[in-house]
């Protein structure tokens, strides 16, 4: 039995619209308050599109549920960025955490370890939590380089910012395959993973490792949450498609707190 606090985080992506994020966060709020004391064993956090951070801040106050961004500028403080958003504006309404590295982020916006660890610095350096994303291809995990792309990702991470950069945040396995399709990693392939991750932060400092929370992303839903969140080193979930419907984010977090 470890001590890390599960979490349960909302990646609402490019889903939603104002009647649509106040309807999910009011069901969200009935739902969790129904689970009574066991939501209260688990961090809960959404992560709305930027353009909604500040309604959904104001439809959540005094709910307990987090506020996260979904992407940061790597740059900090003001400038000519064109279509960035700063850490310091993320604070100022209301978000304590932020996803950094998602593969979409990766692989449709050409995002790459080092621009991935300067906008994980930035979080940093301007009071965000991230929730630093790492996961393999379909492609690599079927030529055996999951170990190799996951060491790869962590590394850059821990190279540029340096390994108590990486106790300040969290992590979250998401392979790649296995995001938005409906195909989930077995609780023991997501273990087998998570365990490496936290034996590749070992290698450099063994109470971060132990204390660091990895959450499993990838088709996470009511219905195999449960399992998944059992294994030793799955601390939760950052979950896509299931935390639009405010039934199955609690049923999730339900599963999380047990
Ligand atoms: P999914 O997305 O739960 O819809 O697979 C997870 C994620 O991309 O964070």
Redesign the pocket.
């Known amino acids: 039995m470890n001590t890390r606090r599960s979490m349960v985080a909302g ?1 609402w992506k490019m889903y939603g619209s104002g009647a649509a994020n106040a309807a999910l966060v009011d069901g969200l709020r009935q739902g969790l308050a129904g689970l009574g004391a066991a939501a209260g064993a688990v961090d809960t956090l959404v992560c709305p599109p930027f353009v909604y951070l500040a309604a959904v801040a104001g439809r959540l106050a005094d709910s307990g549920i987090a506020l996260g961004a979904q992407n940061l500028c790597a740059e900090t403080g003001q400038g000519a960025y064109t279509g960035e958003v700063a850490g310091e504006m993320l604070r100022e309404v209301g978000c304590s955490h932020v996803i950094v590295g ?1 593969s ?1 982020r990766r692989a449709l916006y050409a995002e790459s370890d080092e621009i991935i660890a300067r906008k994980y610095a930035a979080a940093l350096a301007t009071g965000l939590t991230p929730i630093l994303c790492v996961g393999e291809t379909l492609a690599e995990r079927d030529g055996d380089q999951t170990s190799a792309v996951v060491a790869r990702q962590l590394d850059a991470l821990i190279a540029h910012c340096g390994v108590a950069a990486l106790g300040r945040g969290l992590v979250a396995y ?1 392979p790649v395959w ?3 399709t409906g195909r989930t990693a077995t609780p023991a392939q997501a273990q087998e993973v998570h365990a490496f991750i936290r034996g590749r932060i070992a290698a450099h400092d063994a109470i971060i490792a132990g204390s660091l929370r990895v959450l499993y ?4 839903k009511a219905g195999n949450a449960r399992e998944l969140f059992a294994m030793p080193d799955v601390d939760g979930g ?5 935390s639009l419907k405010a039934e199955e984010f609690v049923a999730i977090v339900a599963a999380a707190a047990v």
């Open positions: 990646n998602h979409e998401e296995a995001i938005g992303g990838g088709s996470v950052l979950v896509g498609g299931a």
